[in-house]
C-alpha cells in the first residue's frame, strides 16, 4: 500500500539560506516537518510541498542561519549576575562602591550581596578593591564581589570574619589570600581555590531561584540568536541535583526556550564517583537539556595572573601563576572520565596548564584505548607551536572565545611577552593544522553574542577598531570560518554533528533570521545587527 507524502507543517520562502552544508551551501527555502528539517530548496521546489495545514512564512529576502551554538558559557552565572549587582559598567574601584550601594538601598533585607563583572584592567587606576572599599557599600551584610574572569573574588570585612580567614590562615592548595605586606592580614582578595572558603558560605539557591535565573539568562541568550549552549552550570555534588531538577522542570513544563548541554565541575574523584552515578539514576532532563561532559579547570586567568605559564610572567617576575591541580591529580580525574568513556573538557589558558592537559589526555588515552569521547580544552590562549602540533595528534578539540581578543589585546604582551604572545590566540594556525575549533563566550566573562564573537574572530580589533590591521592579523579568520566556529565547531565539539550545525533534511530545526548576511557585510556593523528571530526545533522563542 502506497503511503501519502510527508506534508511540512511550516515553510520559510524568499531566503537568502546559508545551510553550511558543502553539498548544498545556499537555498531559498525550507520546509520543516515538526522539529526537524524537512528539506531545502529552491522557493519553487519547497512551496510545492506545503498542504492546507502547513503554515507560510515569506522571509521577505533575510538570511536565514543555522542556530548559534555557544561551546562554552554559564548561564546559570549570566543570570545570576543579571540578578544581582552589575559590576561591569564600573570604571574605578568607586564606580564599584557606588552600585554596590545602590544595590542595597534597593535591598536592604538581601542576606548577602553579590556582584560579578568588574574589570581592573579597565579601571582609571589599575588596582584591585579590597575589604575596606566593599566595607562601604556594608558593614552588617556580606559582600562577595566576583572579577569578570570568575578567578579573583573580593570579600568585605564581614565576610572574611565568617569565614574566620585571618592571619593565621593558611593559603588552601591551588589557591591564595592576598595580605597586607607589614600584617599579614587578607586584604578580601581570594584567589582560585581561596574563592571558596567564602562562597561555600553563601545560601545555596532553591530551585525555584535557580529557575528564575536560567529563565532570564536564556531568553537573553536566545534574543541573540544562541540555539544551543553548553554551559559549566554543575559545580560539586552539593548543589548538584538542585540544579539538574531546576533545568528538568523548565524543560518539562516548556519553559526553556534554548537547548542546553550542561558541563560538570567535578573537582575530586569523590565528587566524580558521585557525579557518575548520578549520570545513570536521574531522571531525563527532557528533550532540550542533556548531560555533557566533565569540565576541569588546571588555571586561572591571564588578567588575574594565575594562567599557569612556564615562565614568569613580564610584568610580574614573582610569579608564572597558579595550577589548581597536581600533574597526579589531574591524570587521576582524567582517567577515571576516561574509563566511563565520558567527555572531558579542560581550562587551560597558560602553556604550563596546556602540557599538563595533554600530558593527562595522553596517558588515558593509553590507559582507555576505548576512550571515544573527544578530548578538548577550553580557551587555548597562550600556546606554543609545539603545543599546537600535539593538540592536531592527539584530535584535541579546542574551545577558543574570539570575544576575548577585544579586552586582551590590551594587555597580552606585557604579561607573557611579544615572543610568547605570537602563538597565542592561535586560530588560524590551529585551523592550518586541522585542529578542530569551536566558538564560545565563556560568558559572563564577556558578553555571549555570537556576532560580536564573529567580529572578533574576523578583525582581531576591539570595538573601537584598534589596532588597524588586527592584533596578530595573520590569526584573523575569514567571515565562513568565523560563522562555521559557532555553528557546526561548536556542535562537532559536543558529539552532536550529526543533528545541529547545519541546515539540511533530517537535522533539527533550530536556525536565526537576520536581516543581513553576517559573511557578506563590513564587519563592524557586525556589532549593531539584531536578530530577527530565533527557532528552536521550529519553535520561534524570539
Not at 194 to 210: E, F, K, M, N, Y
Not at 254 to 259: A, D, F, S, T, V
Not at 269 to 287: C, F, I, W
Not at 489 to 514: C, M, N, P, Q
Request: glycine share 8%; with cysteine.
Amino acid at each position: 500500500m502506497m503511503t501519502k507524502p510527508v506534508k511540512p507543517t511550516q515553510v520559510f520562502y524568499n531566503a537568502k539560506i546559508i545551510t553550511l552544508d558543502q553539498t548544498h551551501p545556499e537555498a531559498e527555502a525550507m520546509a520543516l516537518e515538526g522539529d526537524q528539517i524537512l528539506a531545502v530548496g529552491t522557493n519553487e521546489k519547497i512551496k510545492a510541498l506545503a498542504g492546507e495545514e502547513t503554515e507560510t512564512h515569506d522571509l521577505e529576502g533575510q538570511v536565514v542561519i543555522p542556530g548559534f551554538n555557544d561551546s562554552h558559557m554559564h548561564l546559570i552565572n549570566l543570570g545570576q549576575g543579571m540578578d544581582g549587582v552589575d559590576l561591569t559598567k564600573a570604571r574605578s574601584i568607586s564606580d564599584l562602591v557606588r552600585l554596590g550601594q545602590e544595590y542595597v538601598d534597593k535591598n536592604p533585607d538581601h542576606a548577602w550581596i553579590l556582584g560579578r563583572g568588574f574589570n581592573d584592567e579597565t579601571f582609571e587606576t589599575k588596582a584591585l578593591p579590597t575589604k575596606a572599599d566593599l566595607d562601604q557599600i556594608s558593614k552588617t551584610q556580606p559582600v562577595f564581589f566576583t572579577r569578570v574572569c570568575g578567578h579573583i573574588c573580593v570579600a568585605n570585612s564581614k565576610a572574611l570574619q565568617m569565614a574566620r580567614l585571618d592571619t593565621t590562615t593558611p593559603n588552601p592548595a591551588g589557591g591564595g589570600l592576598d595580605r597586607e605586606m607589614k600584617t599579614g592580614e587578607p586584604t578580601g582578595v581570594l584567589r582560585e581555590n581561596a574563592i571558596d572558603l567564602v562562597r561555600s558560605l553563601i545560601p545555596s539557591p532553591t530551585i525555584d531561584d535557580l529557575k528564575r535565573v536560567i529563565r532570564i539568562a536564556s531568553q537573553a541568550a536566545a534574543s541573540l540568536g544562541l540555539t544551543s549552549v553548553q554551559s559549566n552550570d554543575l559545580h560539586g555534588t552539593r548543589t548538584l541535583i538542585n540544579r539538574l531538577e531546576a533545568y528538568g522542570q523548565l524543560a518539562e513544563s516548556g519553559e526553556l526556550p534554548i537547548r542546553v548541554e550542561l558541563q560538570s565541575t567535578m573537582s575530586t574523584p569523590e565528587e566524580l564517583k558521585t557525579y557518575l552515578e548520578v549520570r545513570k539514576t536521574h531522571p531525563t532532563l527532557g528533550t532540550k537539556v542533556t548531560l555533557g561532559p566533565l569540565k576541569l579547570f588546571t588555571d586561572g586567568s591571564l588578567g588575574g595572573r594565575t594562567a599557569a605559564l612556564t615562565h614568569p610572567y613580564a610584568d610580574d617576575p614573582t610569579t608564572s601563576g597558579m595550577a589548581i591541580f597536581t600533574q597526579e591529580e589531574l591524570d587521576e580525574l582524567v582517567l577515571m572520565a576516561a574509563h566511563a568513556n565520558l567527555q572531558v573538557a579542560i581550562h587551560a589558558i597558560g602553556d604550563r596548564a596546556m602540557d599538563m592537559v595533554m600530558d593527562s589526555y595522553e596517558k588515558a588515552k593509553a590507559a582507555e584505548p576505548g576512550w571515544t569521547a573527544r578530548p578538548r580544552i577550553i580557551h587555548a590562549q597562550i600556546t606554543r607551536y609545539d603545543q599546537l602540533e600535539r593538540m592536531a595528534r592527539l584530535g584535541i578539540v579546542c574551545d577558543i572565545q574570539p570575544i576575548f581578543v577585544p579586552t586582551d589585546l590590551h594587555f597580552v604582551e606585557s604579561r607573557v611577552g611579544l615572543e610568547s604572545s605570537k602563538y597565542s590566540y592561535a586560530w588560524k594556525t590551529m585551523k592550518e593544522l586541522g585542529i578542530h575549533t569551536a566558538g564560545g563566550s565563556d560568558c559572563p566573562v564577556e558578553s555571549c553574542n555570537p556576532l560580536w564573537g564573529m567580529h572578533a574572530a574576523i578583525t582581531r580589533q576591539d570595538q573601537g577598531r584598534y589596532p588597524k590591521e588586527g592584533w596578530h592579523p595573520n590569526e584573523r579568520l575569514t567571515p565562513q570560518e568565523a560563522l562555521a566556529l559557532f555553528t557546526t565547531g561548536s556542535a562537532y565539539a559536543a558529539h552532536e554533528e550529526d543533528i545541529k550545525g547545519t541546515l539540511r533534511a533530517g537535522k533539527l530545526a533550530d536556525f536565526v533570521v537576520l536581516p543581513e548576511d553576517p559573511t557578506k557585510i563590513d564587519p563592524e556593523k557586525l556589532l549593531t545587527v539584531k536578530v530577527t528571530a530565533t527557532y528552536v526545533g521550529g519553535q520561534r522563542v524570539f
